[in-house]
């Protein structure tokens, strides 16, 4: 059985994004977020998205308005009922989290899928609080969701069959490859990854380069398309830095721990390409 309605629980980066590749390939989508300020933003970033799939000859301009008239906008979970399936891509904290699926729990039908995009957190710990946990999966979405082809899938320890089953329909639904991972922190891609844009944040703190030339350094030298610390200003630094901690506490290892510069951007509130500075400058 295809999704029809999917709600959406946050509206940032990844929230935006997520509802703007599900509403295109025909699924009604309902983007909530805990303030209107919030639902505006998002709903800015996914109509200008749209808009360059447009320019480019990706997508119709008919597709383009049939995408925005599925996607609904609102700060009532209330709405929650109608959902087939609920992805949860709220900010990257633990509690916050564990009270958001509470709620999912409470307003949804009994065979609604409970998936969370987090980074980093445990799928098993969060399965832990609802009162099906079987329907509860981890889809890790990759930042920009509608450019990025992959769908890391997470199964918790209590993760059913036909939840993961499901899961891996989605990803086919809306032209993403899924992988499996299991549930430890940080899964496969960010366990590699974190690591490698940490070490490139110590070598700037420790001035062995500037951060033009570390970028430029593993973009010539290793073919990545972009830059770590462009990387981590696109990923969002209090999201990445949550995700390290996560890393470091999850499996106790001081080699994940978070680079000292990092922790004093994001007390700075230079947070990267969302806050208009991070690494680089957004202005
Ligand atoms: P973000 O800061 O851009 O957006 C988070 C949104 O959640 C904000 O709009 C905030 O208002 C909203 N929110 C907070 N509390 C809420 C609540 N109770 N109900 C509804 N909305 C609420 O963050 P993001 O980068 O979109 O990250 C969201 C999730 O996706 C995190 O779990 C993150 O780890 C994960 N993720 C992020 C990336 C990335 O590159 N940024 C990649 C993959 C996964």
């Known amino acids: 059985?295809?999704?029809?309605?999917?709600?959406?629980?946050?509206?940032?980066?990844?929230?935006?994004?997520?509802?703007?590749?599900?509403?295109?390939?025909?699924?009604?989508?309902?983007?909530?977020?805990?303030?209107?300020?919030?639902?505006?933003?998002?709903?800015?970033?996914?109509?200008s998205n749209l808009e360059r799939q447009v320019r480019k000859e990706a997508i119709s301009p008919a597709d383009r308005q049939a995408a925005l008239g599925r996607i609904t906008l609102t700060t009532d979970y209330g709405v929650l009922g109608q959902a087939d399936l609920v992805i949860e891509a709220a900010t990257e904290d633990l509690e916050l989290k564990k009270r958001i699926l509470k709620e999912i729990d409470k307003l949804t039908g009994r065979d609604c899928i409970i998936a969370t995009n987090t980074s980093s957190l445990s799928i098993t710990e969060l399965a832990a609080v609802v009162s099906r946990p079987g329907h509860v999966i981890g889809l890790h979405f990759f930042n920009p969701v509608p450019m990025m082809g992959l769908l890391e899938v997470i199964r918790g320890l209590q993760t059913c069959e036909a939840t993961y089953t499901a899961a891996l329909a989605l990803s086919d639904q809306i032209g993403k490859?899924?992988?499996?991972?299991?549930?430890?922190?940080?899964?496969?891609?960010?366990?590699?990854?974190?690591?490698?844009?940490?070490?490139?944040?110590?070598?700037?703190?420790?001035?062995?380069?500037?951060?033009?030339?570390?970028?430029?350094?593993?973009?010539?030298?290793?073919n990545h398309p972009i830059g770590p610390l462009a990387l981590a200003d696109l990923i969002g630094l209090d999201t990445f830095l949550a995700a390290l901690k996560s890393l470091h506490e999850g499996f106790d290892d001081p080699k994940y721990r978070p680079a000292q510069l990092l922790k004093e951007m994001v007390a700075a509130g230079y947070l990267g390409r969302k806050s208009g500075r991070g690494f680089f400058s957004y202005e």
């Open 1 to 47: 059985m295809s999704i029809q309605h999917i709600a959406v629980i946050g509206a940032g980066i990844m929230g935006n994004g997520i509802a703007q590749v599900c509403a295109l390939v025909g699924i009604n989508v309902v983007l909530i977020d805990i303030s209107d300020e919030a639902l505006e933003k998002g709903f800015a970033a996914l109509t």
């Open 177 to 222: 490859i899924a992988v499996a991972a299991r549930n430890r922190p940080g899964f496969v891609v960010n366990r590699i990854l974190c690591p490698m844009i940490n070490e490139a944040i110590f070598v700037l703190q420790e001035n062995l380069a500037s951060a033009r030339d570390i970028d430029i350094g593993m973009q010539l030298g290793c």
